[in-house]
Nanobody, 127 residues
Framework: QVQLVESGGGLVQAGGSLRVSCAAS????????MGWFCQGPGSEREFVAA????????FYADSAKGRFTISRDNAKDTVYLQMNSLKPEDTAVYYC????????????????????WGQGTQVTVSP
């Protein structure tokens, strides 16, 4: 079991930056692959970024490449999503997700790959 709590969302102007965080509690954090997903109004949950337990492997959605960076601090049981050059179309609720991976070397991109979800944090980008 792991509990996930996101924070750091808010309102930002287009072109601005925001960092959202996800604090985990429960089992050994380094053995969880982590992901960030977003869901806009009336839309399905979409993949944004993922990172392996050891932090070496990362994947990004095409829309996030070059603008967003996923990272983790296993000593703090926290995963981050740094979002730069934000656009109004990035407006969504951002969720972090976790999946147990004893190898610590895999990252996953589908919502169905994950077992645990946070409650989400709203990110709003104004024009």
């Amino acid at each position: 079991q792991v509990q996930l709590v996101e924070s750091g969302g808010g309102l930002v102007q287009a072109g601005g930056s925001l960092r959202v965080s996800c604090a985990a509690s429960g089992r050994t954090f380094s053995h969880f692959a982590m992901g960030w997903f977003c869901q806009g109004p009336g839309s399905e949950r979409e993949f944004v970024a993922a990172i392996s337990g050891n932090g070496v492997i990362t994947f990004y959605a095409d829309s996030a490449k070059g603008r967003f960076t996923i990272s983790r601090d296993n000593a703090k049981d926290t995963v981050y999503l740094q979002m730069n050059s934000l656009k109004p179309e990035d407006t969504a609720v951002y969720y972090c997700a976790a999946r147990w991976d004893w190898t610590t070397t895999y990252a996953y991109t589908r919502p169905s790959d994950y077992n645990y979800w946070g409650q989400g944090t709203q990110v709003t980008v104004s024009p």
